[in-house]
């Protein structure tokens, strides 16, 4: 299965970029306007609805539209992994994983990690992924790297961007 992955570092402390990361407000200042996204429900464990933490169980229904060509592109998205979990922050490191339970993919699963260095935190976003068509998806699949490499330079500018005015 092909992966991307992207490293950046954020001038802030680990606790802050965990923070910010951990809302769906977060999801919504980091995605490219390009993207055009549209949050349609978020959902916490126990089913409360647009819990102020995403933490493990949560999911997001989105949907998409790059570019504003094509139809609406519909993603479930599910936290599957917190550490720490809830609002505890970090001391040195920490990630969350979310998986696509429904979408234009076959398979993505993107970890977030947080890596303390002093009062800067390394970003590294991790995307493992199969797309859709079968064998054909497979044999193209690594080339698609290529497409994901705008949008996550773009998330982490705005991240960079969001804690460099603070």
Known sequence: MPTYRRTIRVPAPVEDVWAFHSTVDGLRELT?????????????????????????????????????????????SR??????????????????????????????????????????????DTVAYRLPLGPLGDFVGPAAKIGFEGMFRDRHRRTVDRFSDA
């Open 79 to 124: 936290i599957v992994e917190r550490d720490p979990d809830g609002e505890t922050p970090p001391e040195r490191s920490a990630r969350f994983v979310d998986e696509m339970e429904d979408g234009p993919f076959r398979r993505w699963q993107h970890t977030h990690a947080f890596y303390a260095d002093g009062d800067e935190t390394l970003l590294v």
């Open 32 to 76: 490219p306007d390009w993207m055009r996204l549209r949050i349609d429900g978020v959902e916490g464990p126990d089913g409360e609805s647009d819990p102020g933490v995403l933490v493990a169980g949560s999911a997001i229904e989105m949907s998409v539209r790059p570019f504003g060509a094509g139809p609406r592109q519909r993603w479930t």
